[in-house]
Each structure stands twice: as C-alpha cells, then as structure tokens.
T-cell receptor, first 115, second 116 residues
Framework: DTGVSQNPRHKITKRGQNVTFRCDPI?????LYWYRQTLGQGPEFLTYFQNEAQLEKSRLLSDRFSAERPKGSFSTLEIQRTEQGDSAMYLC?????????????FGEGSRLTVL | AQKVTQAQTEISVVEKEDVTLDCVYE???????LFWYKQPPSGELVFLIR??????QNEISGRYSWNFQKSTSSFNFTITASQVVDSAVYFCALGGLSGGSYIPTFGRGTSLIVHP
C-alpha cells in the first residue's frame, strides 16, 4: 500500500499520560500536515512541514503538543500531559507541493481517547 | 483569513434522487484552490476534485459534477442518481496562496444519507 499510513489507529490513555502518533507519508511527497478532527466538525489545521522544516503551527497547538519530521520522511506528533479535551481524531496528510498547489492525501487517522 | 461554510449539516435522500451539496467560501487571496473530499464511515478522507480560482469551467465526472461560481463565491457539488454507497460526510476545502503559506481550510462537512 503506497498511501499515507498512521499508527496507532486507536489510543486510549489516562489523563496526564503522554502519547505519540506516527505518520508515514506517500514517499515522493515533500509536505506533511497534521490536522485534528472532532465529532461533527471538519479537520482543523495543527501544523505542517516542508521536508524536515516545520513551517507553521496553529494557535491550537499548545505547548503540550510537539511535532517532528526528522530527515523529511515520517513524522511524529507527541502530546504531553494529555487532557480530556485532547480526545479527537488526529489526521495526517501529505502532498507534493509544486509551488502552486497540491491536494492533500489523508491517512486513516489516529483516534485518541483520554479518560 | 479564509473561511468555508457548508450550511447543510445533513441531507437525507432516497436512492436515485439527485442531490446538491452547497459550499460558500471567503478569501482575500486572488489565487486559491477549492477541493471536495469524501469521508466514508471508515474515516479516511478521500480527495475528489481540485479547482483553481482561474478556472470557472464546470466539471463532470461520472455521476459527480461541480459548479464553481466566483461571483457568488460558491463551489457546489451535485451527485446525480445517488446510490447508497454515496452515503458519507463531504467536506469542501479552500487553500489560498497568501503570505507564502498554503494551509487548506475545511468546512464543517455535510452528512449525506442515501436510503435504499
């Protein structure tokens, strides 16, 4: 399968614990995005990378959230000291940025439940 | 700032009916891109179409068609002869090219339920 891969698909954790999600983008794609989606809402932007550089972060991304993309390949999104409000689907998408546009291709998401 | 509004939260139709999903957008960018995505119950967002701001030609792909009207800032999506497999949440998205950032913004989605 050559699509965007995310794991774990589901994570249940207790409040205060740290969690990490991984995203493997489509191999030739140079941009990688993280979005968060809650029930009944559209995806909300969190952050994105071009190759290994993190170009922008949303105000939604508190200090407890950190994302990396070492070597410009896979990416990780870590949430420290989880809170119940962090419960959501975390979506990763990748694109081949041409300088004009690039549609995003999404993975299946990682669903986080914080108890 | 950019914004996408999908006023229809849920639409319910019977199979074979035609259905139109509305999308209205706001942007200050002169160059931008519009998208539609489908999110079936399995959860993965599936890309359907991209349209750039310079191309107002309507597009048809099988039972799907899209109507882009810059004058009304709308990019509506019509499914002809709907089928049960069309049941999903559909998202409209906008990506503008201002300030060097390209961050697609999504609407809240329209849930389409097609009854047999």
């Amino acid at each position: 399968d050559t699509g965007v891969s995310q794991n774990p698909r589901h994570k249940i954790t207790k409040r205060g614990q740290n969690v990490t999600f991984r995203c493997d983008p489509i191999s030739e794609h140079n941009r990688l995005y993280w979005y968060r989606q809650t029930l009944g809402q559209g995806p909300e932007f969190l952050t994105y990378f071009q190759n290994e550089a993190q170009l922008e972060k949303s105000r939604l991304l508190s200090d407890r959230f950190s994302a990396e993309r070492p070597k410009g390949s896979f990416s990780t999104l870590e949430i420290q000291r989880t809170e119940q409000g962090d419960s959501a689907m975390y979506l990763c998408a990748s694109s081949f940025w041409t300088g004009n546009t690039g549609e995003l291709f999404f993975g299946e998401g990682s669903r986080l439940t914080v108890l | 700032a950019q914004k996408v509004t999908q006023a229809q939260t849920e639409i319910s139709v019977v199979e074979k009916e035609d259905v139109t999903l509305d999308c209205v957008y706001e942007t200050r960018d002169t160059t931008y891109y519009l998208f539609w995505y489908k999110q079936p119950p399995s959860g993965e967002l599936v890309f359907l179409i991209r349209r750039n701001s310079f191309d107002e030609q309507n597009e048809i792909s099988g039972r799907y068609s899209w109507n882009f009207q810059k004058s009304t800032s709308s990019f509506n999506f019509t499914i002809t002869a709907s089928q049960v497999v069309d049941s999903a949440v559909y998202f409209c998205a906008l990506g503008g090219l201002s300030g060097g950032s390209y961050i697609p913004t999504f609407g809240r989605g329209t849930s389409l339920i097609v009854h047999p």
